[in-house]
């Protein structure tokens, strides 16, 4: 009589890299790479090509996860389309669509599943995509080009989309410009269409260079890495509407370090109770207590990244394990959180080529 089989523990883990020498990295990867993710003991399998393009840094899945979606992070910006095989992970491409603007940094399927949202760092612009019901993307049928400026010389001299969010209350899209100190609330219609929305604009202090944004479980509150002043602020919603107010603002560094630093990805626990930061230059991972009552952030402990410049973090489903991808030494860190103590224990490690997303998807 045969033995029954365990069923298995592990999860597809999808990492998006630099495949090319850029002013601020030297990418040596070949494009899309996978692995499994072992949930139990939160070690990484071994890391394979899944599909060979341009600096593919950041990825995203949509809804059925039946496709995934990579930006080219060049002057000359696209989003790449591929179907995503489900039972080996396997990706096959889809063609490619002009995305609008330089540098595109961040992407999104809408929920609706009709549009991918693009964030264009070096323009500023944020494009809207249609999909074909084979996961292709269409020619770009909106965009919107903010303008303005920040204080700093070189990181704020223009406009820097860095991100776009869905406000699961409102429904509207939130783009994080770390150019213009904003995070700003747009309208999708039902032809693709984005509207700024009036009001729903909310400006940061100045040189803060928002970079990256993560709702609370009830979407009362938004957290707002501030990339050039190494932060998080603390976003309360105005009596359930699409407003926000800044209710606080926190270091994500010691209060010893007096060195440069760059804070990037924010993680939140799914109990809401951690928020995580991750610090390159410091090179670190910053783990803060949230209280439940107001949203409120106590640092915890600013725990070391085992590898140099932590560029993304992903949380294991299980909310188990924290992974850091360092993307100029180190590959991927595994550490174990512990939510009672609130801290992190570094548990793993793999050798990664310029790792700089981190995406869990389903078998």
């Known amino acids: 009589m045969s033995t029954p089989t365990?069923?298995?523990?592990?999860v597809p883990l999808l990492i998006?890299?630099?495949t090319e020498t850029l002013p601020h990295v030297r990418g040596t990867a070949e494009g899309i790479l996978g692995a499994d993710f072992d949930q139990a003991?939160?070690?990484?399998g071994p890391v394979r090509l899944l599909a060979t393009t341009r600096n593919p840094s950041w990825l995203t899945v949509d809804p059925s996860e039946s496709?995934?979606?990579a930006v080219d992070e060049t002057q000359h910006g696209s989003a790449a389309a591929f179907a995503r095989d489900a039972g080996t992970g396997a990706l096959t491409a889809l063609g490619q669509r002009p995305s609008g603007g330089a540098d595109p940094c961040h992407l999104l399927v809408h929920p609706g599943g009709r549009f991918v949202v693009v964030a264009n760092y070096g323009t500023g612009t944020v494009t809207v995509l249609p999909r074909d019901p084979d996961g292709s993307l269409g020619e770009a049928v909106s965009q919107v080009q903010p303008t303005g400026s920040g204080p700093h010389p070189e990181r704020q001299?223009?406009?820097?989309?860095h991100m776009v969010a869905l406000d699961p209350a409102s429904g509207l899209l939130l783009v994080a410009d770390l150019g213009r100190d904003t995070v700003s609330g747009y309208a999708l219609d039902a032809g693709g269409q984005l509207t700024p929305v009036p009001g729903a604009t909310v400006e940061l202090p100045p040189g803060t260079g928002p970079r990256h944004l993560a709702f609370s479980p009830d979407a009362d509150r938004l957290y707002v890495v501030g990339e050039l002043a190494n932060t998080v602020t603390v976003l309360t919603r105005s009596e359930g509407g699409a407003a926000f107010r800044i209710t606080g603002s926190h270091s994500t560094l010691p209060a010893e370090h007096l060195g440069h630093?760059?804070?990037a990805a924010i993680q939140l626990s799914a109990s809401g109770r951690l928020l995580?930061?991750?610090n390159r230059g410091h090179d670190s991972v910053a783990v803060f207590r949230v209280d439940p009552a107001d949203g409120s952030l106590t640092l915890s402990v600013v725990e070391p990244a085992r590898g140099r410049g932590p560029r993304d973090l992903g949380l294991s489903p299980n909310g188990r394990y924290l992974l850091t991808a360092c993307q100029d030494e180190g590959?991927?860190?595994?550490?174990a959180v512990d939510e009672e103590a609130a801290v992190l224990t570094h548990c793993h490690q793999a050798a990664v080529p310029t790792p700089v997303c981190l995406v869990f998807a389903a078998g």
């Open 261 to 263: 630093s760059q804070a």
């Open 16 to 18: 998006g890299t630099y």
């Open 67 to 69: 496709f995934v979606y």
């Open 41 to 44: 003991d939160g070690t990484l």
């Open 276 to 278: 995580f930061v991750s």
């Open 331 to 335: 590959g991927v860190q595994v550490f």
């Open 157 to 161: 001299e223009g406009p820097h989309a």
């Open 6 to 10: 365990a069923p298995s523990t592990a």
